[in-house]
């Protein structure tokens, strides 16, 4: 477990990260001298085969979104987030009412665009894109295929204009290198997730650059 402590990275060492033994089928662990606010990073790095059932509030996983150091905590808290944004539009469709997305969402989306190509690309890809329509409808009661369809659209139109620079950005830079020998070697598969995944997003523009880049692609 570790504690992401008012907004700073806490480094993952001995004195900021704590293993817990649960060996009762109740227990309570406390934590002293520790400022506040507090998010906590539970089961880090999937530490441990069991589901835990938490309720954190939207400003807990929009922090751990942007900033936790864990990858897994940060792709499962992106993945609620994104899941609740959409449940929350089809809800809103289905009562008519205008589609709007929270700005701290996009904010938290934003730094992990700022960040997406550094380190792993693979998993930066993964951290943007929305999750797929099969796992969208698991959390619905009652299933209505235009209105998830409308709320996907909505969010990736949204995205895709709001950041339509840093995406340009990102699929530049991701561009494979003049001689490059394709390879299936994880540095090269994840630079092409990524550059893909900039790519479909712009492609919801459909701007002549665009449908160009597209073109492009296709035939190299």
Do not use: W
Request: net charge negative.
């Amino acid at each position: 477990m570790q504690l992401l402590i008012d907004g700073e990275l806490c480094k993952r060492t001995p004195e900021t990260t704590r293993v817990l033994n649960l060996t009762k089928q109740s227990q309570t662990f406390v934590f002293k001298n520790v400022s506040g606010p507090v998010v906590p990073s539970i089961l880090r790095g999937f530490s441990a085969p069991v589901k835990i059932v938490t309720q954190p509030s939207d400003e807990e996983l929009f922090f751990r979104m942007a900033h936790d150091s864990d990858s897994f905590n940060r792709y499962e808290a992106a993945e609620r987030l994104m899941l609740k944004t959409l449940h929350g539009l089809i809800k809103d469709y289905k009562d008519e009412i205008p589609f709007k997305l929270r700005q701290d969402f996009l904010d938290a989306f934003a730094a992990n665009l700022a960040s997406a190509t550094d380190g792993d690309q693979a998993f930066a890809a993964r951290m943007l894109s929305l999750p797929i329509y099969d796992i969208v409808v698991q959390g619905l009661k009652t299933v209505d295929p235009d209105a998830v369809r409308e709320a996907m659209e909505f969010v990736n139109e949204t995205l895709a204009e709001t950041f339509k620079d840093e995406f340009a950005r990102i699929y530049k830079e991701t561009a494979a290198p003049d001689g490059e020998v394709y390879s299936v070697a994880p540095g090269q598969v994840g630079r092409r997730d990524l550059h893909n995944a900039s790519l479909a997003f712009l492609s919801g523009l459909e701007t002549p650059e665009v449908l160009e880049a597209a073109k492009h692609q296709y035939h190299q």
